[in-house]
């Protein structure tokens, strides 16, 4: 009997780690209870469960999966989303006002001023996603609307949605940066001649300062948009291996998948929802201090791959804001440093 | 003022199946598999009374053991009153809608 009692137990050990509670105990507990019944009788009876059993687990996971996407929107979390909404547009507008900033309106013709503000606009709402997811997991957690086991799949969701936007704005921008480029004037150029009339000579200067704006706009219409990435291959590696390590200690699950989820899923976009996570997990200064560490490990480790130091530069500037960290704490060393050089923060 | 529609219990040919296996008692899962003569398979019967169970037509416990038994407890399923009552009507708009227009009247 005691074979019986044994059967099953890895199934039911790791059902238990991957399942929630309430599935386990209501679909899978009861069948492989019943297994561990047959394991009595004969071992081919208990072979004919165990195909039943992956049956059981593969809708008890879907079952979680459906949950766990439908959890951050259910009725209860819409103070959640009003806060997300209120950051998120405010990086819309910001990043928006950062493009028009950067864009000659006076240089435009009327058609080209308003296609020009009207992309500059649509870039603000793609751009802003990142930090939009940023908030939407920090005010889901904060308010504990979402269960940890769910954050894995609201961030996927996140960069379906995300992703879906981003493509789906394509072709109006594409647009927008084509009646822009209609209205450019050609004078707008490094080559811009220096009129005779001193009077004049200002607009050249002008037409020079922004002929790397018309160089940028021209490749965006030559060769359509394209997804940002850093400078060189060694550079990708570097960041991804930042943004895993990212992710591995703040245990967003408690079980041993984070970690398969976090190599599974390496956008961009996913650390921006670990980083809501990991912001989460604090108040007041402590939140501000952590989302210091954690942009400048980033910026860092960016600025040191674009301007071509290579991988060894990155982990020094990793390890220098890890450090740095690390002392700012009143915790052994010994504890802190590992936390530190994983999320670029304090613990 | 228009009336809120009623929601209409709904209920499949395998809960009707159960909802009979387990008027004869309380049982749990490898007994219905086994009652059933093949109609019930193991893949499905613990989703199928999982959902049972959200619908009200079901009400389960975990079976009471000695102290000190290993292994996980197995789950007892009963049939409550409103998963009787909706089987019953099932039976009625079954027999009825198997009846041919002549035989109706």
Known sequence: MAGAATSGRWFASFARRVTRDSTFTLLVAPAIADLQREAAHSWRRQGRHYPGLILVLTIALLRDLRLDLTEPFGTNTAPAWTATATWYLACVVTFAGAVIWTTPLHLLGTAGKLSATASAFVVGLVAAMPLGVTAAVFHLRRRELLRPRAFAATIASFIVIATLVHVATLPVRSSLNRTTYASVSPEISREAVLPDDPRQQYLAVEWRKWAGWRESLTSTVMNGITFPRPADPVGIVAVEAHFLANALPVGFTGTTYAAIYAMAMTPPLLVFGLFGVALSRGRGLTVLLRALGLVTSCVGLQLAILTGFGVSHSLVVMLVTAMAWTFYDKLPWWRRLPTCVATGSPR | ?105
């Open chain 2, 1 to 105: 003022m228009t009336e809120k529609p009623i929601r209409m219990p709904s209920i499949s040919g395998t809960e009707a199946l159960i909802i009979e296996l387990l008027d004869a008692g309380e049982r749990f899962g490898l007994e219905l598999i086994d009652a059933s003569e093949g109609r019930l398979k193991r893949g499905t019967i613990y989703v199928t009374l999982s959902r049972m169970e959200s619908k009200g037509f079901v009400v389960s416990r975990q079976e009471e053991r000695p102290a000190g038994a290993i292994g996980l407890p197995r789950r007892m399923y009963r049939v409550t009153g409103y998963g009787l009552k909706v089987h019953q009507a099932y039976l009625l708009l079954r027999d009825a809608l198997a009846l041919k227009p002549a035989e109706a009247h």
